[in-house]
């Protein structure tokens, strides 16, 4: 078993814990990173969702990923400058889009979920890049203004105030996240994903499940894009690429793909690996731009060695 | 009519072949039915069928009057028709309770009326009455192959079933441990009418009120148990004589 | 109607290549069993040939083809040497993998040959504007369509009407009775994978001057193959054809025209949606799901 699912039992809240003082005890630099760290696990906490408890194993997060990104940066250039309203409606943004495109995929298993997710991923970023009246290609959208989590607090110009509002947001999303886990809603859905014919002989409508955790899934990728917005200040049709889908994925198998916790630490691994072999001087230092390759290599090194078959041998879905 | 399931000239072919051709069927309400066959003879077909996880080429099928042909397999779930499968199909990574606990619920989540004060309680009954004791916490996935089968039939039991299709549920038992089978098979409640398709001869001879038999896809005989035994058609079936 | 000529006829040469590149993805997926998520990146090598090695002669045209169908044949086999440790590890790592080794070979076709998208130089007799209807049309594009066709056409016999095509055919419907007849499994997904490559590198190759080589050519090759596959149904050689078709108007028309310009991309996903809910939970699931 991963390491790092052996280490989630000791408590979303003490991750939490831990956390909540780096905004003191950091450097600018790495408060940066983590906040961005904080983003992505946000994403990737999402994918787990869909592929360890769902079943359906998806490269196309990123879609509903920037569908609230954009929807957060057209909202600040249009002075809505309340944090939360920015998040609220890029959630609704990205639970709206999973709503429309749930029919693509929930009727798929297996590989065929990839496929698809993997086609709307990419099928989403090129909307991105060519809808230019909305998104301005790919010149990205720029969201200069830093927003105030709530009507009457001060806005977020520092860079610890900014982590402090992305740990707020991703420890409430994710932690009611795992409290409807534990409720009878997350057993339906392992037991969809463990036995789909046993669910139907039990009258219990499959479909209508994963379209609910699919949107759901929406919902926290649509919010992580509010984040990134709110932490980049921009946007472009980059921030959905392979690599992201790469780097999200890649966590989810790391820390264990049921995991909502492991992905956000599986995040952290990744990014932090990722970052300390850019700055290697290996090659000559020329390690730094090349994000794909780091990521690639980790994804093949993670494939081979991580014995727990993956994704899972769910034999009803295989 | 109080046929609770009416059968009637169902088929299934696959391209020349046919898996199953012409067969009526009726069951009662309480009625215990046995369907037999030797090898090939169409009777998971049938139960797939009737279960809604096939969809025939003819026929039709009414269920309390109702038809259900073209319904999915959850409809017919909720309509009041359960089974079980010949590999036990169990949610290997909830706890035997969970299973039962889920398998009881309605769609969505509820429970259903009269079980919602002590939903946990009923499950555990559920469980007791199939013979498992001791493993609720045990994750589905690490029961024995003996001990999913009967988790599967309290699953199947919890959705209050008026039709319970077994899908040969002896398979892969031994001896004894079809005896213990035999008992849980006499003691369930006599409300259900039961469909249950078998290899081991003895078992369903012991357990049925009624048997069909079929034979390349075809009906050859219904009767009781004396009739059956005792029927040359259906001798020549086992001995492999063509209909 | 006239100003749709060009893109029309743009949209069938389009068509065709997607068709060459989605056969071969079909094809690894429907009898190797493994979804190849490299598959772009080896049509990228064809491309890359392509551009580096033409250089406007006939010869170095056929030479370009025959490195580029040959490496990318090459790297189709490296990947079922590469997923010989996943034995019994299921779909999900093997794709997986695939999509590990499209980002690492991606990065470093970047690094070898730039981050810029190349110029591929075609032979001065096919460089030139040919007459159709009263339009001027490039004539590799001419030359590319009618030889797109022929290979369509060939591969359509192949799987069709030779004893190899019925392999393939009894494979893709099931797999489990063909594994009886004795085949080395390990040989035929290296076959196929080889075969597959071989026909993504050709496609690559031959259509280096219709979708060029450079960093993002590997994903949107992708992208299309999938959406192809997806639309066509898995082991339908005519459902791919009219599926390939169609993406290739939806992008060559729907990009052209000024009314659908801003929703080319959404007709893609329209399409997809139409096509998928119209069989619902039918053809896709019937291969990979139990009952």
């Not at chain 1, 990744?270 to 090659?283: E, L, M, N, P």
């Not at chain 3, 035929?188 to 597959?196: K, Q």
Request: charged share 15%; proline share 5%.
């Amino acid at each position: 078993m991963s390491i790092l699912r052996r280490l989630t039992p000791l408590g979303f809240p003490a991750l939490i814990v831990v956390l909540l003082p780096m905004a003191w005890v950091l450097d600018d630099y790495a408060t940066k990173t983590l906040t961005s760290i904080l983003v992505l696990g946000l994403l990737a906490a999402s994918v787990a969702l869909l592929t360890g408890v769902a079943g359906l194993p998806t490269l196309g997060q990123t879609a509903p990923y920037l569908v609230g990104a954009y929807t957060a940066a057209t909202l600040v250039r249009h002075d809505v400058s309340i944090g939360v309203v920015q998040l609220l409606a890029a959630a609704a943004a990205g639970a709206l889009f999973s709503l429309v495109t749930a029919p693509l995929v929930v009727y798929a298993r297996g590989v065929v979920v990839l496929m698809i997710t993997l086609a709307l991923g990419e099928l989403t970023m090129t909307v991105a890049g060519r809808w230019k009246s909305v998104t301005h290609g790919t010149d990205g959208l720029l969201a200069f203004a830093a927003p105030a989590p709530l009507p009457g607090l001060v806005t977020l110009d520092t860079d610890r105030a900014t982590y402090l509002y992305v740990l707020t947001v991703v420890a409430v999303l994710v932690g009611v996240m795992l409290l409807v886990l534990r409720s009878p809603a997350g057993a339906l859905l392992r037991a969809a994903r463990d036995g789909e014919a046993r669910m139907r002989a039990s009258g219990h409508p499959v479909a209508g499940y994963l379209t609910v955790a699919y949107v759901a899934a929406g919902g926290l990728a649509g919010a992580a894009g509010s984040l990134l917005v709110t932490v980049e200040r921009y946007v472009s049709p980059g921030a959905g690429g392979f690599d992201i889908s790469a780097l999200v994925l890649l966590a989810v198998v790391i820390g264990g793909a049921t995991s909502l916790v492991g992905a956000l630490l599986g995040a952290g691994l990744v990014v932090a690996t990722r970052d300390w072999i850019a700055s290697r001087d290996w090659f000559g230092g020329s390690m730094a731009g090349h994000a794909p390759l780091v990521l690639g290599g980790l994804f093949i090194l993670c494939v081979y060695l991580l014995p727990r078959g993956l994704l899972g041998k769910r034999t009803a879905h295989e | 009519m109080s046929d609770l399931l009416a059968v009637d000239g169902l088929g299934r072919r696959y391209g020349d072949l046919a898996a199953l051709d012409g067969v009526d069927l009726r069951v009662a309400p309480g009625d215990r039915l046995g369907l037999i066959g030797p090898n090939g003879a169409g009777k998971s077909t049938l139960l797939n069928l009737i279960a809604g996880s096939l969809r025939p080429t003819a026929g039709r099928i009414r269920f309390d009057g109702r038809d259900v042909t073209r319904l999915a397999p959850a409809r017919r779930a909720r309509l009041g028709i359960g089974r079980t499968h010949q590999h036990p199909a169990v949610w290997a990574s909830l706890p035997a309770l969970d299973n039962v606990l889920v398998a009881a619920r309605l769609p969505w989540g509820r429970f259903r009326a009269g079980r919602r004060a002590k939903p946990r309680e009923h499950a555990r009954e559920l469980l007791a009455g199939v013979g498992l004791t001791g493993v609720e916490q045990t994750l589905a996935g690490a029961l024995s192959h003996g001990q999913r089968r009967q988790l599967e039939l309290a699953m199947a039991l919890a959705g209050e079933p008026r039709l319970l299709l077994l899908d040969e549920p002896a398979a892969g038992l031994a001896p004894p441990e079809v005896e213990v089978l035999a008992s849980l098979l006499a003691s369930l409640p006599l409300t259900v009418a039961i469909l249950l398709v078998e290899h081991h001869l003895d078992l369903v001879y012991g357990f049925a009120d009624r048997i069909t038999v079929l034979h390349s896809g075809r009906h050859v005989h219904t009767g009781t148990v004396p009739e059956t035994r005792s029927s040359p058609e259906v001798a020549a079936a086992y001995a492999g004589v063509a209909p | 109607m006239d100003a749709y000529l060009i893109p029309a006829v743009d949209g069938v040469g389009y068509g065709l290549l997607l068709f060459v590149v989605a056969a071969g993805l079909t094809l690894a997926f429907g009898v190797g069993d493994v979804l190849n998520l490299a598959h772009g990146t080896l049509f990228a090598f064809g491309a890359y040939a392509a551009a580096k090695v033409s250089d406007g002669t006939w010869l170095s045209l056929a030479l370009a083809v025959l490195v580029g169908t040959a490496a990318a044949a090459a790297g189709g086999a490296v990947l079922s040497a590469l997923l010989v440790p996943l034995a019994g590890r299921g779909h999900l790592a093997q794709a997986l993998l695939t999509f590990g080794v499209a980002l690492v070979v991606g990065d470093l076709l970047v690094g070898l040959f730039g981050p810029d998208e190349l110029p591929v130089k075609v032979p001065a007799l096919l460089d030139r504007p040919v007459d159709i209807a009263g339009h001027s049309y490039p004539g590799y594009r001419l030359a590319f369509i009618g030889v797109a066709a022929l290979i369509a056409v060939v591969l359509y016999v192949v799987v069709a009407r030779t004893r190899v095509g019925s392999l393939v055919r009894a494979t893709v419907d099931d797999r489990d009775m063909v594994a009886t007849l004795g085949v080395n499994p390990f040989m035929v997904r290296t076959g196929v994978l080889a075969a597959g490559g071989a026909l993504a590198g050709l496609a690559g190759a031959l259509g280096a001057p219709i979708i060029g080589p450079g960093p993002r050519t590997a994903d949107l090759v992708l992208m299309l193959s999938l959406v192809v596959v997806v639309l066509g149904g898995l082991g339908s050689i005519g459902g791919a054809f009219v599926a390939a078709i169609a993406v290739g108007e939806i992008q060559t028309i729907g990009v052209t025209s000024e009314v659908t310009q801003d929703f080319a991309p959404f007709l893609l996903f329209g399409a997809m949606a139409v096509v998928l809910s119209a069989r619902a939970r039918g053809l896709l699931t019937s291969r990979r799901s139990a009952a």
